[in-house]
């Protein structure tokens, strides 16, 4: 009787093992990076909002600070976003008959609030805080951009474990003084006071940084 | 044959339990039944979670006794610190820095406030600065939600430290810096 398998199928099996072996690995390495992409990290991500607002005008153009609008921002986890109350402080005479503000005057009459989108999210089982940040020489641009060069509000870092991580395991390099918490364009590396002084006059003690209670609590 | 085939159907049992357990979705442990800071939530009064505080009701650390007229806290070189850099947060738009009057905000055609620089604002009390910030006055609204007392008071005063240093003259300067002064390097004068 002939032989079931020729010689040849032993270089075949050979083969088609490392074949398998190869496309599995393929398939994880494209898994990973579809799953760290910009599609599933959101990088990008700018949701349309009910009124047009425009970072780069009010902080590129008017030079506001952030804390005109995010007042909360150092004194509580959440950075606040803000009442209509806030815009109407100019808009009362500023563009007071621009289509575009209409849903402002209208929050303002009816007393119900503007629903902004959200564009940054955390996962529920992470825990954040600006004020641990931002009294700690982190500075907006840090995580956020250039803020002042958004006509749309973009998230700008994927803000996955790894990205906490990689500062959290080094802040040195990223920490400003107080007073450049908010300055758009300042660069921590070259700017300023060098990052080693900053760990110290902030006492941050980079250990407990990397616990996992730290962020999972 | 049936020597093996206990330990195989045990084997498949084991794996398929394993199995199911990894293909059972978590429930959504990103977006838990909790409600974030002004979450929308259907249902509740105007659909949001952040409810808004009954008339009447008082901040846990509010301090509940009459306005003082005078700065109630010693006056630092803190104090005017933090009163500069909140004074050039909220009131520089439309004030400017330097108190003139001539802000970023004006400048686009918001009503143009009056300087800080007259006789009259160089004779008010600390006090009126404090009521204007609390309450509003005019066309400007108030700010008392953003800027708290004690940051009220460091306004004031930084106000009245920029009136100062607006008629100040060369006598007023310590002997050491008067002399950078008159060699002109003025911008390393201030810290």
Excluded at chain 1, 149 to 170: E, F, G
Excluded at chain 2, 47 to 76: C, F, I, K, N, Y
Excluded at chain 2, 91 to 104: D, E, L, V, Y
Aim: hydrophobic share 35%; with cysteine.
């Amino acid at each position: 009787m002939a032989p079931l398998f020729r010689r040849r199928a032993n270089s075949l099996a050979v083969v088609i093992l490392v074949g398998i072996l190869a496309l599995l690995v393929a398939i994880s390495v494209f898994a990973y990076v579809v799953y760290r992409s910009p599609y599933q990290t959101d990088v990008g991500y700018a949701p349309e909002q009910p009124v047009p607002f425009s970072h780069q005008h009010h902080v590129g153009g008017l030079g506001l600070d952030c804390r005109y609008c995010h007042s909360g921002v150092e004194t509580s986890d959440f950075a606040g976003i803000p009442p209509t109350l806030t815009c109407m402080t100019c808009h009362s005479q500023e563009w007071t008959n621009a289509e575009m503000l209409a849903p402002v005057r209208q929050s303002l009459t009816t007393e119900t609030p503007l629903s902004w989108t959200r564009v940054h999210d955390l996962a529920d089982y992470v825990y954040f805080s600006h004020r641990a940040h931002v009294n700690n020489g982190v500075g907006c641009e840090s995580c956020h951009g250039r803020v002042d060069k958004m006509p749309m509000t973009v998230q700008k870092a994927p803000l996955t474990m790894k990205w906490c991580l990689s500062c959290h395991r080094n802040p040195a390099p990223n920490l400003r003084p107080l007073d450049e918490i908010t300055s758009m364009g300042y660069s921590p590396a070259t700017d300023g006071a060098s990052g080693q002084m900053l760990m110290q006059r902030y006492r941050i003690h980079p250990d407990t940084l990397k616990e996992c209670a730290t962020c999972h609590r | 044959m049936t020597r093996l085939a206990r330990p195989c159907i045990a084997a498949l049992l084991a794996l398929s339990m394993t199995l199911s357990i990894a293909a059972c979705d978590q429930p959504h442990m990103e977006d838990q039944a909790k409600y974030e800071t002004f979450e929308a939530a259907p249902e509740w009064a105007d659909d949001q979670s952040a409810l808004t505080p009954v008339p009447g009701s008082v901040a846990r650390d509010a301090r509940l006794g009459p306005v003082p007229d005078e700065l109630p806290m010693p006056l630092t070189a803190e104090l005017l610190e933090r009163g500069r850099e909140r004074f050039n947060i909220y009131c520089s738009p439309c004030h400017a820095r330097t108190g003139s009057g001539h802000g970023m905000v004006v400048q686009r055609g918001f009503p143009q406030p009056p300087t800080f620089h007259s006789e009259r604002l160089r004779q008010a009390p600390l006090r009126h600065f404090y009521d204007v910030i609390s309450d509003g006055f005019g066309v400007m609204y108030a700010y008392r939600d953003r800027v708290a007392p004690e940051d009220r008071w460091a306004i004031a005063a930084y106000i009245r430290a920029l009136q100062l240093a607006r008629h100040a003259s060369l006598a007023d300067v310590p002997a050491d810096v008067r002399q950078r002064l008159k060699r002109g390097d003025a911008t390393k004068v201030t810290p």
